[in-house]
């Protein structure tokens, strides 16, 4: 790809053949109009070259003063019109036309020689911040509009660097989703280790044999005179599935931000049934657990006598 300048992008390649002619558009003018330049190659006609330049064929003899019913020569050179159908000098893409310096020149004087070109444009085509153009130096001052030569499109070298940062911000998002697998992977093993607490190998329906509170209701009473009660709250339930508690009444749970060990007491608000569960770990990283706030052993639930056993509402105090 060739480069306009060490810091603009150019997304198509610049050179380009027109009849296997070697092509560069250098904008020239008259007392009257701007123009480029076109030599002749064998086979070309005012149809042809006007074709390729967007120009009516009539129009093109017409500018260069030639009948259009006479024959064109081979190396003859033809004035091509740089009007408003065939030549723009606002956005940035099409087929560049360049202004070529013999002497330093300054932007705004360019500007004023060559269709009142915005200095502004002139600096973003180019990616330059002064105002001067140096000596045997190369300006895009506009761009030809037309189907039939390659399209280049000039991003400045503030886009390229909204690009990188795009780029960088994409790589850090794949470097983001790469860590989520991972912790859902962790998860997904964490969730395997749980299940050998709350889902063995054989889980049967029994039917409750101790009545009361449970196993854990004088290490409640001890734990709160040791430390007062703290918390009381609300939260939705799940069942967390276990063989214990059915014949011994010891009660277990899994809620967040509660230390393993702490004994919570668990009411069921719509009978104002108790019991008194301990605590095994937490509910994070479970997917399983999404939307619920904790989840009580089988055995708790039936002492309970919740009605639902997918999700139930508790008040849990500790």
């Given at each position: 790809?060739?480069?306009?300048?060490a810091?603009?992008?150019?997304?198509?390649?610049?050179?380009?053949?027109?009849?296997?002619?070697?092509?560069e558009?250098?904008?020239q003018?008259?007392n009257?109009?701007?123009y480029?330049?076109?030599?002749?190659?064998?086979?070309?006609?005012?149809?042809?070259?006007?074709?390729t330049?967007?120009?009516?064929?009539?129009?093109?003899?017409?500018?260069?003063?030639?009948?259009?019913?006479?024959?064109?020569?081979i190396?003859?050179?033809?004035?091509?019109?740089?009007?408003?159908s065939?030549?723009?000098q606002?956005?940035?893409?099409?087929?560049?036309?360049?202004?070529?310096?013999?002497?330093e020149?300054?932007?705004?004087?360019?500007?004023k020689?060559?269709?009142?070109?915005?200095?502004?444009a002139?600096?973003?085509w180019n990616?330059?911040?002064?105002?001067?153009?140096?000596?045997?130096?190369?300006?895009?001052?506009?761009?030809?509009?037309?189907?039939q030569?390659?399209?280049?499109?000039?991003?400045?070298?503030?886009?390229?660097?909204?690009?990188?940062?795009?780029?960088t911000?994409?790589?850090e998002?794949k470097?983001?989703?790469?860590?989520?697998?991972?912790?859902?992977i962790?998860s997904?093993?964490?969730a395997?280790?749980?299940?050998?607490?709350?889902?063995?190998?054989?889980?049967?329906?029994?039917?409750?044999?101790?009545?009361?509170?449970?196993?854990?209701k004088?290490?409640y009473?001890?734990?709160?005179?040791?430390?007062?009660?703290?918390?009381?709250e609300?939260?939705?339930s799940?069942?967390?599935?276990?063989?214990s508690?059915?014949?011994?009444?010891?009660?277990?749970?899994?809620i967040?931000?509660?230390?393993?060990?702490?004994i919570?007491?668990i009411?069921?608000?719509?009978?104002?049934?108790?019991?008194?569960?301990?605590?095994?770990?937490?509910?994070?990283?479970?997917?399983?657990?999404?939307?619920?706030?904790m989840?009580?052993?089988?055995?708790g639930a039936?002492?309970l006598?919740?009605s639902?056993?997918?999700?139930?509402?508790?008040?849990?105090?500790?």
């Amino acid at each position: 790809m060739k480069k306009i300048s060490a810091t603009v992008l150019v997304l198509f390649v610049l050179t380009f053949f027109v009849n296997g002619q070697k092509t560069e558009l250098v904008i020239q003018k008259s007392n009257k109009s701007l123009y480029i330049e076109h030599k002749v190659t064998k086979g070309e006609s005012f149809y042809a070259i006007g074709r390729t330049y967007n120009v009516p064929a009539k129009e093109l003899a017409e500018f260069n003063k030639i009948d259009i019913n006479k024959g064109l020569q081979i190396d003859q050179k033809l004035r091509i019109p740089l009007t408003e159908s065939n030549f723009t000098q606002k956005g940035n893409s099409g087929t560049p036309v360049y202004f070529k310096t013999e002497n330093e020149e300054k932007l705004t004087t360019v500007s004023k020689n060559y269709g009142d070109v915005s200095v502004s444009a002139l600096k973003s085509w180019n990616d330059i911040s002064g105002d001067v153009v140096k000596k045997n130096g190369k300006l895009i001052v506009g761009f030809v509009k037309s189907t039939q030569l390659p399209s280049v499109t000039i991003k400045p070298k503030k886009q390229i660097e909204e690009k990188e940062d795009a780029k960088t911000k994409v790589e850090e998002k794949k470097a983001e989703v790469k860590s989520e697998v991972k912790n859902e992977i962790k998860s997904e093993v964490k969730a395997e280790e749980v299940k050998k607490i709350t889902q063995p190998i054989v889980v049967e329906t029994k039917n409750l044999k101790v009545e009361g509170a449970g196993y854990f209701k004088s290490d409640y009473e001890m734990q709160i005179k040791q430390t007062p009660i703290a918390h009381e709250e609300t939260l939705t339930s799940g069942i967390l599935k276990t063989t214990s508690g059915w014949d011994d009444g010891k009660y277990y749970l899994l809620i967040d931000n509660v230390s393993p060990g702490t004994i919570v007491k668990i009411v069921n608000p719509t009978n104002n049934k108790a019991i008194f569960a301990k605590v095994l770990g937490e509910m994070a990283g479970i997917r399983q657990n999404d939307g619920y706030g904790m989840r009580i052993s089988n055995a708790g639930a039936a002492a309970l006598e919740v009605s639902d056993q997918e999700k139930f509402i508790v008040k849990v105090t500790y």
